[in-house]
C-alpha cells in the first residue's frame, strides 16, 4: 500500500508570500498525483492532476511539479482566497486506487 | 456548471444499513467514472469507492470492501452506495465526485456531501 505524506502539517504565510507544499509518496507513483484545495464547510476542489497540469479554470499561480516520490504544489503569490487545507492525491489506475495525504493547512501569519 | 446533490444521510445504529444517493445534473451522466469520498469530522480525506461509465470496473478501499455497494443508474443520472454492516468509524460527511473525462481516477467535481452519523 502506498502512503502519501504531506508537510508541513500547517504553513503560517503573509499574503503576497510565495510557498512551497510538499508531498512524498512511499514508493514511485510516476506522474499520477493531484492536488485538491478545501476551505472550511466547502468541498474541495481540483487543482492540479497528472502532477503538472492545471485543471480547468485555476490560476495561473498555482504550479505543480515532481515525479516518482517527491512531488511540490507552489503557489506564487498567495491570495487571502488561497488560505485553505491543501491535499494531494494518489491515483493507481489498476487495480483502482486512490490515495489522499493527510493534508496541509494554510493560515494566515 | 456541474451539479452533484448527495441524500440519504442520517443517524444509523451500528451493524445497520444505509444507501446514499447522487444526483447529477449539467453534463454527460454516462460519459464519466464516479467516485464517492468520505471525511470524518475534523480529519482528512478518504476515498471510498469509484464505478466506472458503463459499470464495467468498480474499485473499493479496504476498510470498505466487502460491506460497501457501489452502483449507478445511467438512465437515472444516479450514483449510490449501499453501506451495510456500518460501524462508528463509518461516521463521516460523505461526498459523491466525478471524475475527468480521461482520467477515471481523478475526481474534478464534488457534490456539497451527505453526513452519515453510525451511533447507538
Known amino acids: 500500500e502506498i502512503v502519501m505524506t504531506q508537510s508541513p502539517a500547517t504553513l503560517s504565510v503573509s499574503p503576497g508570500e510565495r510557498v512551497t507544499l510538499s508531498c512524498r509518496a512511499s514508493q514511485s507513483v510516476s506522474s499520477n498525483l493531484a492536488w485538491h484545495q478545501q476551505k472550511p464547510g466547502q468541498a474541495p476542489r481540483l487543482l492540479i492532476y497528472d502532477a503538472s497540469t492545471r485543471a480547468t479554470g485555476i490560476p495561473a499561480r498555482f504550479s505543480g511539479s515532481g515525479s516518482g516520490t517527491e512531488f511540490t504544489l507552489t503557489i506564487s503569490s498567495l491570495q487571502s482566497e488561497d488560505f485553505a487545507v491543501y491535499y494531494c492525491?494518489?491515483?493507481?489506475?489498476?487495480?483502482?486506487?486512490?490515495?489522499f495525504g493527510q493534508g496541509t493547512k494554510l493560515e494566515i501569519k | 456548471d456541474v451539479q452533484l446533490v448527495e441524500s440519504g444521510g442520517g443517524l444509523v445504529q451500528p451493524g445497520r444499513s444505509l444507501r446514499l444517493s447522487c444526483t447529477a445534473s449539467?453534463?454527460?451522466?454516462?460519459?464519466?467514472?464516479m467516485h464517492w469520498v468520505r471525511q470524518a469530522p475534523g480529519k482528512g480525506l478518504e476515498w471510498v469507492s469509484v464505478?466506472?461509465?458503463?459499470?464495467?470496473?468498480?474499485g473499493y478501499a479496504d476498510s470498505v470492501k466487502g460491506r460497501f455497494t457501489i452502483s449507478r443508474d445511467n438512465a437515472k443520472n444516479s450514483l449510490y452506495l449501499q453501506m451495510n454492516s456500518l460501524r462508528s468509524e463509518d461516521t463521516a460527511l460523505y461526498y459523491c465526485?466525478?471524475?475527468?473525462?480521461?482520467?477515471?481516477?481523478?475526481?474534478?467535481?464534488w457534490g456539497q456531501g451527505a453526513l452519515v452519523t453510525v451511533s447507538s
Open positions: 492525491q494518489h491515483y493507481n489506475n489498476w487495480p483502482p486506487r486512490v490515495t
Open positions: 465526485a466525478k471524475a475527468l473525462r480521461f482520467d477515471w481516477l481523478v475526481l474534478d467535481y
Open positions: 449539467e453534463f454527460t451522466f454516462d460519459d464519466y467514472a
Open positions: 464505478i466506472s461509465w458503463n459499470s464495467g470496473s468498480i
